[in-house]
C-alpha cells in the first residue's frame, strides 16, 4: 500500500504545471521536463505503473459500489451478500485433494507435515480457490446487470515467425499466452485453455511464447527443449507442450535426460537436439519472448492477450468468455 501511495503522490506531483518538484543545479531546476527529455523509458514506466494501480483502484471501487447495491436490492447487508456468495463454492473432492497431495509430495514441498496436517493446508488452500472463483463468477454477473464498462485498452504484442501457432491461423480472436513451463499457475490453467479452444474452434488463434521466471530454476531448460522441438519438429510442438503440463506430471520433465528422451521419441535425432540446445541462439529466441513481455507488462505467468486485450493469471474460463464473445462480436 506505501508504495501505491509513494507512486500515486510521485506522479501528482510530476504532473503539477507549476513544476513545484524539482532539483536545482547551478541555478538551473531540473524538473519533470527533464525527465521526459532525458532519462524517457524510467518515466514511462512510472506512469505507466501510475496509470495501472488507478486502474486497479477504480476497479475495486467499482466491485465495492456493485456489491453495495446488489445487497441492498436483496435486503441484505454487504457482509451477508459476501456469506451468500461464499456459501455458493463447493469443497474441494477427494480426489483433488489427493492428486495435489501427490505433486506435493513428488515436489519435495511436503517438509515434515504429516499427511493429515498437510491434507488440511491443501484442503483450505483448495477451498479458497473456489471461493474465489465464485467470487469472479458473481461479479462478472453484477458487470452485465450494472453495465460495467472498461475503456478498451490493447497493446501491440509482437508476433514471431517462429512463435508456435494452434487453432486456426486465420482464426478472428488471437490469443497470446506468455507462459512458463515450471509455473504451477500456467499448469492449473490447461484445462481452461483446452476448454476455450474447444468452444471456440476455428475462431481462436493461439499463440505461444516463452516466459520463463528467474526463480523457477527449472524452467529454462524446458525452454530451450522446448524451442529445439519447434526448430527441429515443428509439428510436434503441442504434443511436447501437453506432456510437460501433463496434471500428473512429476520434477522428472524438467530433467535434460527425460527431455533428450521425449524429442527422440518425438522423431528429432538426438545429436541434433543436443547441438540446438547449446546453440546461444535457442536462449536469444527465449530472451526475445521475455523482453517482449516485460515491453508490454508482463511480470508473471500466466499472461495472456486477447487481441491485445490483458489478463492476468489463471482465471477461470468466464473472465475469458467474456472477453472473447465481444471480441467476436466486433
Known amino acids: 500500500m506505501k508504495h501505491l501511495i509513494f507512486i500515486l503522490l510521485l506522479f501528482f506531483t510530476l504532473s503539477c504545471k507549476d513544476q513545484s518538484i524539482y532539483i536545482e543545479l547551478n541555478g538551473t531546476k531540473l524538473t519533470k521536463d527533464d525527465l521526459e527529455k532525458e532519462m524517457p523509458e524510467q518515466f514511462k514506466t512510472i506512469y505507466s505503473e501510475y496509470q ?36 455458493k463454492s463447493e469443497n474441494p473432492s477427494e480426489t483433488e485433494i489427493n492428486e495435489f497431495y501427490k505433486k506435493v509430495k513428488e515436489s519435495g514441498q511436503a517438509g515434515n507435515l504429516g499427511e493429515e496436517d498437510l491434507k488440511n493446508r491443501i484442503f483450505q488452500y483448495l477451498k479458497q480457490e473456489k471461493i474465489q472463483q465464485a467470487f469472479t463468477q458473481e461479479i462478472s454477473k453484477l458487470k452485465q446487470k450494472y453495465k460495467y464498462k472498461e475503456p478498451l485498452e490493447r497493446v501491440s504484442v509482437t508476433i514471431f515467425k517462429d512463435d508456435p501457432v494452434r487453432g486456426n491461423p486465420e482464426g478472428k480472436v488471437v490469443i497470446i499466452e ?86 527422440t521419441n518425438l522423431g528429432i535425432k538426438a545429436q541434433d537436439f543436443e547441438n540446438c540446445v547449446q546453440d546461444p541462439k535457442t536462449k536469444e529466441k527465449i530472451e526475445k519472448n521475455i523482453q517482449e513481455g516485460i515491453k508490454n507488462g508482463v511480470t508473471g ?14 482465471q477461470p474460463i468466464i473472465v475469458f468468455e467474456e472477453i472473447i464473445n465481444e471480441e467476436l462480436s466486433n
Request: proline share 4%; aromatic share 14%.
Open 301 to 314: 505467468t500466466p499472461a495472456f492477450f486477447i487481441n491485445g486485450r490483458k489478463i492476468t493469471g489463471a
Open 178 to 263: 506468455f507462459s512458463d513451463f515450471e509455473c504451477p499457475y500456467c499448469l492449473r490453467f490447461q484445462p481452461t485453455g483446452k476448454q476455450i479452444l474447444e468452444k471456440y474452434g476455428d475462431k481462436i488463434k493461439w499463440i505461444f511464447k516463452d516466459f520463463p521466471l528467474d526463480f523457477h530454476k527449472n524452467a529454462m531448460t524446458a525452454h530451450l527443449a522446448a524451442t529445439c522441438v519447434y526448430k527441429l519438429k515443428p509439428e510436434k510442438f503441442w504434443q511436447f507442450y501437453d506432456t510437460i503440463f501433463n496434471p500428473n506430471r512429476t520434477n522428472e520433465v524438467f530433467q535434460i535426460e527425460f527431455l533428450k528422451k521425449l524429442s
Open 52 to 87: 495501472s494501480k488507478v486502474k486497479e483502484l477504480l476497479k475495486e471501487l467499482a466491485h465495492r459500489k456493485m456489491i453495495e447495491k446488489e445487497a441492498k436490492e436483496k435486503g441484505l447487508s454487504v457482509d451477508q451478500y459476501l456469506d451468500e456468495i461464499r456459501n
